[in-house]
């Protein structure tokens, strides 16, 4: 297709594209993403090194290289030949090694540092493999051995794993088991990626060898098995079994292959791990640092400079995308947009929009003076001075492709999300370049970093874009100066050697890289505090080879507060977290090493979707636009998915990974909705992949940070468990409409000096409590933060405290927000004196409001950087895992918890770290503490009464009470009479019956496997026939009743069963948490010969969530025999029998 034919097409089509300032038609142009002609480099830079294509330039010594080969001692581990007898020859790949490699010493490194001597290990066992000098044991929980999240689409047998021999405690303290350090590792990587990038080569290291002067590693790839030999720096490198690596360069289908200098070809370790480009460019100060900063997601710590550089930085590229560089334009634009946006920002620095605007308005004539030559058309080529050279590059930005273009590349391990990707000439044909834009000065270390970022950046734009880029632009505004960089050979091979340094560390998540930087650095750096806490609980300042023990010793002088039970606590639940972030890690990497048809299976994914734009909506420099989906096969509803309204979203073509990301809106057979914020090729194919978000994990572990930091009362309650005190003399006021459970609740918050502990069993009230104790501690003048894990647990309480004239803030995203408590978000500002100054209106709106409302992740929002409240109250509280519920408790002096640990647990997707405690919340820890600080709401106003005792007895001890005569005596009546049915179905019609039991062995209903999990289709015939007679021939409401199983699999079949009862839900134990139907129909699935019950059914949380759905009619179909071999469900059936609530199908 003709390039120029191209552009305009793309031009043509909806949203508008800027215009470009100079265009010479004459030139080659292509449209955004690349799809024309590679672009040939000008004259003078006809011989300008491309890393990608050609590999090629001379070895050259620069500061961005890493140092030379380390040349200690390396002791040497079990000889190859006596390892590989112990090993059965008739393996193959040993044989292959056998015979490749029979000369070599055998070694899996455990040091984490360049510059740490290896040690020796000996293998112990497929699961364990320890140190022959310490306990640290390096923990394999891959493949079939690493069990994944009970959830509702999963039924796995853990006995395997709970058979293991429990690991030795550490000495300071018996309550927290030793577990093994977790690994970033995969037993089965696959040896493919998708799309499959060129001139790319990805195996898996089976064995690794050190020899004198290079590492020989073992590998297997997609043709067999081949030998790597890594020589000069890339010897640095610490390569153990099952890593990934890429080879990138032509290797002629060599099975034997040589990493070095003189090959020029490039390895990258495990690149499944994405770094960020700025992370690896700033690396070589202190690697400590910027994994701290990969590990934490932490509130930015802003000053002056800081604020006032990302307003410049918006406002240039709002000019870039505008075409206008003009005085009067961007006064206009900050005056009228940017200043408003960031007056959040500016309040938390105590600055006034006023003079923050002044300050800023006085930095604009510089960038008239860059743009007055760098960007206007029959003005001089700009001179930008070479990087590593004395000349100068004379170049013109014609135009402005893209701004913060977002990259990710499973290929070189990397990500980076651009300023800027420009058309830029030297006075010849177009070429593609990043313009990187910088309001901080171009001299000392960071202008160092600076250029590896861009260079780093280059490698991204050839693999999106196709294209040679023989420049990359930096540009200060600062200075009004620009500087031209040249990618090399040498930087970029020693940028990618110091990423895989990296990966190293962060694929070690226990671990931090050891301290390298000088005190003075440490006095100053931000991560001084995180920095202490991992420094004390890890012992860094004993370990005799840590090369920066002075400063690990200067460390510890500040954390001589924390005794070595609290260090335990830390290193024991930051340990679990890890485990949780290295599962989440692998969900995401199946975004590009698994087909699109093979994920959709796990209800992850969308394949094959065609896309039509709906809306376009351009605010300042984002941009978003709407997109319908559809294919030639039905779509999944939702609920048939782990898609959620609002999902996350990576958005990927046949051609590259993450063109875009964004969330859904709406998911249906017919379509799917989803915003992106990026214009996609509508003529393209598009896999629409969910998100494993790991922005909760390092919330959490910052949270388990400030409370050391921060909150030494916190500290004893949570890690000590010091009891709460209460001040019985506190006189409560009687509140009408409470009972007696919950006037105690009332009583107990108002009389705590620390917290109270609110078990609120199914249907007590819980929310109506909660908003009583709103009401009386605002009578009282205090403040009060409402929080909860989801969206809508904290929206019913909001809407229950609408009508009671409260003032109030929700803070979150407007979108996830319940459409009927928005006016509680913007909509307050309308209340506001219009003449007030910005500061003194957001001091009013957000400051003084008296009751503020958010989920437990948007903790990280400014607001509670100058907020503290007088009281916390968390709902649901036993759902959200310790550290996430950590983050609001930081903000008050006082705290609520109301939840029901006989309900659902909180989600933890890693085995491991869910059997040594992540699942259990600190209100369970709280509970089992102290119950006296514990008050039971048990009266209940949902289930009647045979539906209530099948409950109270199984779970509750019996404490469950009906609320009133008329909840106890609630029957299910048929609104319509049925003249003729089956006798099977008579006990289940008949409104006497309120629990009805259908055993299904007598008519043989045997479980099936299928390819999406466990299913049962002679139960999903029994269901259709029970909702046919109540629906068709009974006369209930579809919205009256709800089908629940904890099998997804039997969701979707159940679901086209039923296809024709739109509004009856078909939900998953999770999905009806919170909800309550008259009539709740169960399938338990199983019924199997081989006393096979499954986890699933084991967990009687999840069970009694299901029972306590129903409010009148419990219907409940399985099979008696398989599910006597549960115990839980054995005394179920003892319950049902003896009360003669059970019928056969």
């Known amino acids: 297709m003709d390039p120029k034919a191209a552009i305009v097409n793309w031009e043509s089509s909806s949203p508008p594209r800027p215009k470009p300032m100079a265009l010479d038609v004459s030139c080659d142009q292509t449209p955004l993403r690349g799809s024309g002609p590679k672009y040939a480099p000008s004259s003078e830079n006809s011989n300008a090194n491309d890393p990608v294509d050609d590999l090629l330039g001379k070895y050259q010594i620069n500061p961005l290289r890493s140092s030379p080969p380390p040349t200690w001692p390396i002791p040497l581990a079990k000889p190859a030949q006596k390892f590989f007898s112990e090993s059965s020859s008739s393996n193959p790949l040993t044989a292959a090694a056998m015979r490749l490699y029979s000369p070599g010493y055998l070694k899996r490194p455990r040091s984490i540092g360049p510059l740490t001597p290896l040690k ?10 320890l140190d022959d000098d310490d306990d640290d044991s390096n923990f394999s929980f891959l493949g079939k051995e690493n069990i994944p999240p009970l959830s509702d689409d999963d039924d796995l047998d853990f006995g395997a794993l709970l058979a293991q021999k429990a690991p030795t405690p550490p000495e300071d303290s018996v309550k927290y088991p030793n577990l093994p350090e977790p690994v970033l590792a995969y037993k089965e990587s696959p040896l493919e990626i998708h799309p499959t990038p060129s001139q790319c080569h990805r195996f898996v290291v089976e064995v690794v060898g050190i020899e ?76 400590r640092q910027i994994v701290l900063r990969n590990r934490l997601r932490t509130p930015s710590d802003s000053n002056v400079a800081m604020i006032y550089g990302v307003i410049i930085h918006e406002l240039i590229q709002v000019c870039l995308l505008e075409n206008s560089f003009s005085i009067p334009f961007m006064e206009e634009k900050l005056e009228n947009d940017i200043i408003d946006r960031f007056v959040e920002d500016l309040m938390v620095l105590e600055l006034e929009p006023k ?39 004379t170049v013109k930005i014609s135009r402005t492709l893209v701004i913060e273009e977002e990259i990710w590349s499973p290929r070189y391990g990397l990500k980076g999300k651009i300023d800027a990707v420009v058309a830029a000439s030297t006075g010849g044909p177009e070429f593609t370049s990043a313009l990187e834009i910088k309001t901080g000065s171009m001299s000392g270390f960071s202008s160092s970093a600076h250029r590896a970022q861009v260079m780093l950046y280059s490698l991204l734009l050839k693999e999106r874009y196709e294209k040679i880029l023989p420049w990359m632009l930096l540009y200060y505004a600062q200075e009004a100066a620009m500087i031209a960089v040249r990618p090399m050979i040498d930087e970029i091979r020693g940028l990618i050697l110091r990423r ?64 070595s039970n609290q260090l335990a606590f830390f290193r024991h639940w930051d340990r679990l977290l890890v485990y949780e972030d290295i599962e989440t890690n692998r969900l995401t990497r199946d975004i590009w090493c698994m087909d699109a048809e093979t994920r959709e299976a796990t209800g992850k994914c969308l394949a094959n979707i065609q896309i039509s734009l709906r ?106 468990l010091k009891a709460p005190i209460f001040d019985t003399s506190v006189k409560v006021p009687i509140s009408p409409g409470l009972n007696d459970d919950q006037t105690g609740a009332l009583r107990k918050v108002m009389q705590t000096k620390d917290y109270t502990l609110i078990l609120g069993m199914p249907g007590t009230g819980k929310t109506t409590t909660i908003v009583s104790i709103v009401q009386a501690l605002l009578a009282q003048g205090k403040s009060v933060f409402i929080s909860a894990n989801t969206h809508s647990a904290v929206d019913n309480i909001v809407l229950k405290l609408m009508n009671l004239n409260i003032d109030l803030l ?31 209106r957001l001091e009013q ?146 409104s006497n019956n309120s629990v009805v039991f259908l055993n299904t062995d007598e008519v043989g209903a045997p479980e099936e496997e299928r390819t999406d999990g466990v299913a049962n289709p002679k139960e999903s015939k029994i269901i259709l026939d029970i909702i046919t007679y109540f629906v068709d021939h009974g006369g209930i409401q579809q919205s009256d009743i709800g089908v629940i199983s904890v099998y997804r699999a039997q969701l979707r079949l159940i679901k086209e069963r039923l296809s024709k009862y739109k509004e009856l839900d078909v939900l998953t134990a999770d999905q009806a948490q919170g909800r309550d139907k008259n009539c709740i129909v169960i399938s338990l699935v199983r019924s199997n010969n081989d006393k096979r019950v499954g986890d ?50």
């Not at 003079?355 to 206007?376: D, G, M, S």
């Not at 799917?672 to 509508?682: G, I, K, R, T, Y």
């Open 120 to 129: 020796p290990r000996k293998t112990v066992s497929a699961k364990f493999v």
């Open 212 to 287: 004198a002067d290079h590492t020989v590693l073992v590998c297997k790839g997609l043709k067999g098995t081949v030998t790597i030999e890594v020589r000069d720096t890339w010897r640095q490198i610490q390569f153990e079994t099952n890593d990934v690596v890429h080879i990138l360069g032509d290797i002629n289908g060599s099975e034997n292959i040589v990493v070095s200098h003189a090959t020029q070809l490039i390895l990258v370790l495990n690149p499944d791990t994405l770094l960020a480009c700025t992370a690896v460019a700033e690396s070589f100060n202190c690697e």
């Open 355 to 393: 003079f923050a605007l002044e300050e800023i308005k006085e930095r604009l004539p510089q960038i008239v003076k860059w743009a007055a030559t760098a960007l206007c058309p029959g003005r001089p080529l700009f001179k930008a001075p070479i990087h590593r050279s004395s000349k100068e590059l």
């Open 500 to 563: 895989n340094m990296l990966v190293r560390h962060i694929n070690r998540p226990a671990r931090l890289p050891w301290h390298t930087s000088s005190s003075f650095d440490c006095k100053y750096c931000v991560r001084k505090d995180d920095c202490t806490v991992f420094t004390a609980a890890n012992a860094e300042h004993k370990a005799e080879d840590n090369p920066g023990i002075k400063i690990a010793e200067n460390l510890m002088e500040q954390a001589t507060k924390w005794s």
């Open 615 to 720: 809306s376009y909506k351009k605010e300042s420099i984002k941009s978003t636009y709407v997109y319908i989906g559809t294919r030639s096969v039905p779509l999944p509803d939702i609920d048939q998915t782990g898609f959620n309204y609002f999902s996350p979203i990576v958005v990927s073509s046949s051609k590259n990974v993450a063109e875009a990301t964004g969330s859904i809106y709406k998911l249906n057979s017919e379509e799917v909705e989803f915003v992106a914020n990026h214009e996609l090729d509508q003529s393209e194919t598009y896999r629409l992949d969910l998100e494993d978000h790991q922005h909760f994990l390092s919330v959490s572990k910052y949270n388990l940070l400030r409370m050391f930091v921060e909150r030494p009362r916190l500290l004893e309650l949570v890690v000590d």
């Open 810 to 840: 929700r803070v979150g995203y407007a979108t996830r927000v319940n459409p009927q408590v928005q006016r509680f978000m913007a909509a307050r500002e309308a209340k506001l004196d219009p003449n007030l100054e910005p500061s003194a």
């Open 845 to 990: 709106l957000y400051l003084n409001v008296p009751v503020v409302a958010a989920t437990c992740l948007t903790i990280n929002s400014w607001l509670f950087s100058r907020r503290h409240f007088d009281y916390c109250i968390i709902d649901e509280a036993s759902q959200i895992t310790l550290p996430t519920c950590l983050g609001p408790l930081r903000h008050a002096d006082r705290f609520v918890l109301v939840g029901d640990h006989f309900q659902l647990q909180p989600i933890v997707h890693s085995a491991v770290a869910r059997q040594n405690g992540l699942g259990e919340s600190l209100f369970k820890r709280l509970c089992d503490a102290h119950p006296s600080a514990v008050v039971n709401l048990s009266h209940q106003y949902r289930m009647n009464g045979d539906i209530m005792n099948l409950s109270s007895t199984l779970i509750y001890n019996g404490m469950l009470k009906c609320g009133s005569e008329a909840v106890k005596n609630a029957r299910l009546s048929l609104p319509k009479q049925i003249h003729f049915s089956p006798n099977w179905i008579k006990p289940v019609l008949d």
């Open 1096 to 1145: 699933l059914l084991r967990d009687w949380r999840r069970i009694n969530v299901c029972f306590t759905r129903a409010k009148s009619k419990l219907v409940i179909v399985g099979s008696r025999r398989t599910l006597t071999y549960a115990p839980t469900l054995e005394k179920f059936l003892k319950i049902i029998e003896t009360n003669g609530w059970m019928w056969n199908a």
